[in-house]
């Protein structure tokens, strides 16, 4: 009975001893086994991300990895052009007032159009244009065509006019189509004639002075480029007129002459566009800063131009 006491007394035990081990469960050991935080200093925590590995050589870099590229600017006058951009073609405007890309010398050549016949005078409109002129009391002779003396210039029907009006004489005689001298001997009679006696009420105009009427050449006297309207007989050029008393008057800029000679230059190169169809003013551009320039030069739609 003693006996059987001992063996259940130890049986208790042994029992008691091996129930700790039981109640600890197996899955509550593993969070023991995760990394546990270390503490790490600012600079490995940095570096962490370069452990990484590198992208592939053909690995288009983020956006953040190109190098900044400054966005294009126009170049300004002074500084010209930067570098590998292409030079912007210089322009300059055309007598209708648009503007014309320069071309170096060998393009404009081959792009050029090719020159135009000189242009026959409607018979009627030239017998009454002719007939119009001699009321007026112009003086001028008809002289021979001028055909074919260079690249798109001549006149068909072309007359030698030496006087404007009666007692207005045209300083040398110019050549010219009969359109542009009808046009000359109205705007004199309808516009400076008027004009002078107001301005200058003493005085009275005797001459302009003829610095171009008909000429073979391109516009502005280039090398190459569209023909000028003098190539064609439509364009005159005055200098100066004369008066019959007191110094001539000299074509130049005059648009802050605050006297009668300034105001009286003016009016007259604005009314002349009622009656040619191109007026520029002396100082209007860089070719003419002496001279008024006058042509009858028709353009689509009746455009004027100007200046």
């Known amino acids: 009975m003693l006996h059987r006491f001992f063996i259940l007394a130890a049986a208790s035990l042994l029992i008691a001893a091996a129930e700790p ?3 600890v469960p197996v899955p509550e050991a593993k969070p023991q086994q995760e990394t546990p935080e270390q503490p790490t200093s600012p600079d490995k925590t940095e570096k962490a991300p370069e452990q990484v590995s590198p992208p592939a050589e053909n690995t288009v870099p983020k956006p953040q990895d190109k190098p900044e590229t400054p966005s294009p600017q126009a170049p ?24 014309v890309e320069e071309k170096p010398g060998e393009e404009r050549k081959a792009e050029e159009p090719a020159p135009e016949p000189v242009k026959e005078e409607d018979r ?4 009454a244009c002719l007939s119009q ?32 009006l009666p007692g207005i004489k045209l300083e040398p005689k110019g050549t ?11 705007w004199t009679k309808n516009v400076v004639i008027p004009t002078a006696k107001i301005a200058m009420p003493d005085r009275q105009v005797t001459a302009f002075g003829n610095a171009s009427t008909y000429i073979c050449r391109n ?5 190459t480029g569209k ?6 007989g439509n364009a005159v050029d005055i200098a100066t007129m004369t008066f019959n008393k007191g110094e001539p008057l000299v074509m130049k800029p005059r648009g802050e002459d605050g006297t009668m000679e ?13 009656f040619f169809r191109t007026v520029l003013s002396p100082g209007s551009d860089a070719t003419h800063q002496d001279h008024l320039h006058l042509d009858v030069l028709e353009r689509k739609g009746g455009y004027l131009y100007c200046r």
């Open 21 to 23: 081990t039981k109640q």
């Open 76 to 99: 300004s006058p002074a500084d010209g052009n930067k570098p590998g951009e292409k030079t912007p073609p210089e322009t300059k405007p055309d007598a209708d007032g648009k503007a």
């Open 124 to 127: 009627e409109e030239l017998k």
């Open 133 to 164: 002129l001699k009321e007026l009391g112009a003086e001028f002779q008809e002289i021979e065509p001028i055909k074919g003396e260079e690249e798109g210039c001549g006149i068909a029907s072309p007359l030698e006019v030496s006087a404007v």
């Open 176 to 186: 010219m189509r009969c359109e542009a001298a009808l046009a000359l001997s109205r």
């Open 219 to 223: 516009r502005n006297s280039a090398a």
């Open 227 to 232: 023909m000028s309207e003098h190539a064609k």
């Open 262 to 274: 300034g105001a009286f230059q003016r009016s007259i190169t604005t009314a002349a566009c009622l």
